[in-house]
């Protein structure tokens, strides 16, 4: 996984990150959010938690980009999630959506739905089964766990989702693809130990909140926030072989501060996708 053509451009961003140091507005759920801040510093950006109806749209307002994840969602941060996302909109600030468990309890879905109707969302990250469910395409989920048997399909999927919900799709597993409903890039990276820390998929979708913010070609901006992240995770993987996901976590964080222009190399890799 070397010598990819892409290393340059994404690197590019990875280096505004780091310089501007965006803030990202995360609206998201009670499991995460100190993994999500603790991330977003180690990587180099500036995070803010803010949930209340009285705040949030000044908030949103003044971010480099809004994160909205219904992980623990209740109906009243819904409506204060719309609040910022539709402030966001007003003054050009993107806006992502990660659909935790969307496909798992209707409300979940519908909750989703309702953003994605109120808002405009300019990125949608979520596994196979969260994305299916939001373009109507039933499939399993396990509380907030993709069902580990339904993959592949999922460059299609991406291409379908990204073209019915008219934003940017990311769809994360083993391999992860991002479309924007004409194209589409495979990125490759990563590592399964991803899978015993919990709040790995949410800090994702933060983490490609600092790259929108500095990036306004979202499909860009998100090739590069996946390829770093499974960059981060592939070397923490090495640093803590044979320990467990305690060791690895914190191996995590290390490495994505510890992220550089020439990280991708060896650990990660990206490549567009044949479209048919
Ligand atoms: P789920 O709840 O289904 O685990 P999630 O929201 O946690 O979904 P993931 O799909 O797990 O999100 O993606 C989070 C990160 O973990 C991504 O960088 C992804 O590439 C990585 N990842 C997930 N599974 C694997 C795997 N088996 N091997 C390598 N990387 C993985
Ligand atoms: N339950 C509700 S939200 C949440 C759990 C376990 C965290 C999910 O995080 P991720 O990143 O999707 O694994
Ligand atoms: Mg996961
Ligand atoms: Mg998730």
Known sequence: MSGNTWDSELAGLLTKVQQQKPLVHNMTNVVVTNFTANGLYALGASPVMAFSPDEVADMAQIAGALVLNIGTLSREQVDAMIIAGQSANTHRVPVLLDPV??????????????????????????????VANLIGEVR????????????????????????????????????????????????????????????????????????????????????AGLAFYGAAAARAA????????????????????????????????VREADIL
Not at 109 to 125: C, G, P
Not at 182 to 201: C, D, E, F, P, Q
């Open 140 to 223: 399993v989920i396990k509380g907030v766990d993709a069902d580990d048997s339904a993959s592949g399909g999922n460059l299609e999927l991406a291409l379908r989702a990204a073209q019915r919900l008219n934003t940017v799709v990311a769809i994360t597993g083993e391999e992860d693809v991002i479309s924007d409903g004409v194209s589409a890039r495979i990125i490759r990276g990563g590592h399964a130990m991803l899978t015993k820390v919990t709040g790995a998929g949410c800090l994702l979708t933060s983490v490609l909140g600092a790259f929108a913010a500095v990036e306004p070609d979202l499909l860009l901006a998100g090739t």
């Open 238 to 269: 090495e640093q803590t072989a044979g320990l467990g996901p305690g060791s690895f976590q914190i191996a995590f964080l290390d490495e994505l501060a510890k992220l550089h222009s020439g990280s991708l190399e060896g650990h990660a890799s």
């Open 101 to 130: 468990g969307a496909g798992a309890t209707p409300f979940r879905t519908d909750s989703a739905l309702r953003i994605m109707r109120e808002v405009k969302v300019s990125l949608v990250r979520g596994n196979a089964a969260e």
